[in-house]
């Protein structure tokens, strides 16, 4: 590995540790990721356990609780400590709006977010991020693991010279890209959004940079040419996926709750349990308007 790259991750491998008093913060990997143990999300935080679950979010940016039953309320509530509640874009008429059903069973022929991407970036504010409440896992008791990728160390670990190529840059995300790529057209009820945010954007809460393009959403770098531009978000994405050190990987147990920050991780929800069921329900919290 190059020299920058090392660099990049010596800088973020020997942070001093933060002290935390309410809970135990157990690292996934040294550079995404953390379990989090000494909180009962059915039952309302104290200021301290939320100031420090808002702290370990910051640093690790996916935390895992495990063995949680929150009611969908609970679950709301939990969500609501962090900003207003993010609504589905297609929701299911009568059904709660908050509350995406992730399911996936014998008869699905497709699963949610089963490739690396981020949720709705096509979306003038993408949502900040989203908390996964998985209440059922494949019969085969494995499968159906979600991994997820630090886009802050994916900038980092770059060239000098990359980097300054793309901070200066924007990419145009279509929210009809996710079904024009498969041959489909979108529901005629979903109205499609279509945003430019720079291809470097500064995290909102700690001004640290990161980098902002996913496959299923970005379409294009407008300042390039097409072939330009489809190589260097192939690049970028190649980058991503073939780079196990900006990842880690949830294995999920029955009532394990996860959230990522969508601001600057990508998700990956691997469908390898076929014709197996897993289910659960995500709740989202709204964003901002990315900035570099
Ligand atoms: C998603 O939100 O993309 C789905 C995540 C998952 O099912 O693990």
């Known amino acids: 590995m190059e020299q920058f790259a090392l660099d990049a991750v010596e800088r973020l491998t020997t942070r001093p540790k933060v002290p935390y008093e309410t809970l135990a913060v157990e690292q996934l990997t040294p550079v995404i990721g953390a379990q989090i143990t000494g909180i009962d999300l059915s039952r309302e935080l104290t200021p301290r356990q939320e100031k420090e679950v808002k702290e370990a979010f910051l640093a690790h940016h996916v935390l895992v609780f495990r063995d949680q039953h929150p009611t969908p309320e609970d679950h709301k509530r939990f969500a609501a400590l962090f900003g207003p509640l ?3 874009s297609l929701p299911v008429e ?3 709006p908050y509350i995406l059903e992730i399911s996936a ?3 699905s022929r497709d699963v949610a977010g089963n490739g690396w991407h981020a949720d709705g970036t096509a979306d003038p504010e993408p949502s900040l991020g989203s908390m996964l409440h998985i209440t059922r896992i494949p019969e085969t008791g494995s499968g159906g693991d979600t991994l997820f990728a630090n886009m802050h160390l994916a900038y980092d670990m770059l060239s ?3 980097k300054s190529l793309l901070d200066g840059l924007t990419a145009v995300h279509d929210g009809a890209r996710p079904w024009l790529t498969q041959g489909l057209t979108p529901p005629a009820e979903y109205d499609v959004p279509r945003s430019e945010h720079p291809v470097v ?3 909102p ?3 640290r940079k990161l980098l902002f393009v996913n496959a299923p959403y970005t379409s294009h770098i407008p300042q390039l040419s097409r072939s330009e531009s489809e190589a260097v978000l192939g690049m970028l994405y190649e980058h991503i996926a073939r780079t196990p050190l900006l990842q880690c990987r949830v294995r999920w147990q029955e009532n394990t709750l996860v959230f990522w920050d969508n601001r600057c991780v990508q998700h990956h929800a691997v469908w390898d349990y076929y014709p ?7 709740v989202a919290i709204d964003g901002t308007k990315p900035h570099a």
């Open 201 to 203: 954007v500064r995290h």
């Open 94 to 96: 009568g059904s709660d």
């Open 105 to 107: 069973d014998k008869n």
């Open 86 to 88: 993010h609504p589905d």
């Open 205 to 207: 809460d700690t001004g």
């Open 276 to 282: 197996h069921a897993r289910h659960g329900r995500r």
């Open 160 to 162: 000098p010279a990359m």
